[in-house]
């Protein structure tokens, strides 16, 4: 599986982590599993096709210690889909840059 992964997490930021996740994601599917909701502009023509997936999401695994974002663009309605891709390079630097802002933003360094 591709992942974008930052480690060594103190944990001060780990709690300051999740507080922001549960604030604005809700709470954590099986005790450390966030969902991140891609921006719909950025779907892909299949994508965008596939409205009975929407919304389209990269699950995010916050450990004691790390910050794990799948690469894959996933669904909450199926487990399998022509939809569930990986991440296209403009949904990839969007992903990137939104967790470096969530860092920023909570005065994590990374």
């Known amino acids: 599986m591709k992942q974008y992964v ?7 930021d780990q709690e300051k982590i999740k507080v922001y996740l549960d604030e604005y994601f809700g ?17 892909d023509q299949k994508q965008s096709s ?3 997936c929407h919304p389209l999401y990269f699950a995010v695994q916050l450990s004691l210690a790390s910050f794990v974002v ?12 022509d939809c569930i891709q990986y991440a296209t390079k403009d ?11 969530i860092f920023e933003k909570l005065d ?3």
């Open 6 to 12: 930052i480690d060594e997490l103190r944990p001060q």
């Open 27 to 43: 709470p954590a599917d099986m005790g450390d599993i966030y969902w991140i909701p891609l921006d719909p502009d950025l779907y």
């Open 50 to 52: 596939h409205e009975e």
């Open 70 to 81: 799948e690469l894959l663009v996933r669904t909450k309605n199926s487990i399998r889909c």
């Open 91 to 101: 949904q990839l630097l969007w992903l990137i840059s939104s967790v470096d802002a």
């Open 108 to 110: 994590i360094i990374s």
